[in-house]
């Protein structure tokens, strides 16, 4: 992986194509990637673009450098990737991770894994471009089919457990998902939500949901950004769960705010 990035380094004769090259590698890498690439930066052929990348990085998410998250990357296509968690003695669960348009959780992929625990989970990373109602590329053509797609490639019965997850145009979709493939828990980070995305599962019962216990929703949400707290309140009203204000933020990234102030890992343990 180093000589393909130094590779592909000096091709870049701008600025802006170093930024396109670090933004896709941002969707991809897993943590030990993000380490590896760390140390080959005290080459002396590292470029120096390549430096102020991993810095960057470093200094958004404690333990990145020195001691990632032992997630080891599967790229199954351009827009499905696995991260296979290691180091865990006991069954672990999966995460199935719902991008919005941006192809990523709101942070770079490698940040936003540093904040689980590899030992613990495996992760699906799904990544959207126009809208997951049009399916997977090569996989499925609507979302039923990604329901499919993901029932008979990634859920197996030694999993201890299954969550969805997903951020702004994806968060929606991961509650739909954690609807239809029964899981145990369904969160929508700053999710948004349409008439189609509600016409895509059933109303629940909020009573008989809360009494069943599965899957238990929830949604986060800044508790200073409005039209994230009306998404999250017509959800409810469609399939039952809770609101989790995140206090303090005013913008609809709200995942950014609870890096920098170091409350993301304790919030996703908390929800997932």
Known sequence: MIEDYLAKARACRTENL???LHIRLEENLAP???AALGRAA???????AG????????????????APEAFERREISDRVLFYAGKGGATPKRLLIAFTGKARRMMLPTP???????????????????KSFLEGLDGEATDFDGVIA???????????????TVGTSGGGGFAVVAALKLKADRGVSISGTVNAALLALAPRRNRLMAALRGRPRLCFVHAS???????????MIRAWGGRRR????????????????????????????
């Open 18 to 20: 170093f930024n396109r």
């Open 32 to 34: 030990p990637e993000v």
């Open 42 to 48: 005290r080459r002396p052929d590292f470029p120096e």
């Open 51 to 66: 430096q102020a990348w991993l810095a960057g990085l470093g200094a958004k998410t404690p333990g990145l450098l020195d």
């Open 111 to 129: 940040v936003f894994l540093q904040a689980l625990d590899a030992a613990a989970w495996d992760v699906v990373l799904l990544k959207r471009t």
């Open 149 to 163: 797609y993901l029932r008979r490639a990634f859920i197996r019965a030694d999993y201890s457990g299954v969550a």
């Open 224 to 234: 200073d950004f409005a039209s994230d707290r009306r998404a999250a309140n017509r």
């Open 245 to 272: 204000e995140v206090p303090g933020v005013e913008e609809h990234n709200v995942v950014w705010p609870l890096q920098q102030r170091g409350e993301l890992k304790r919030l996703l343990r908390e929800v997932l």
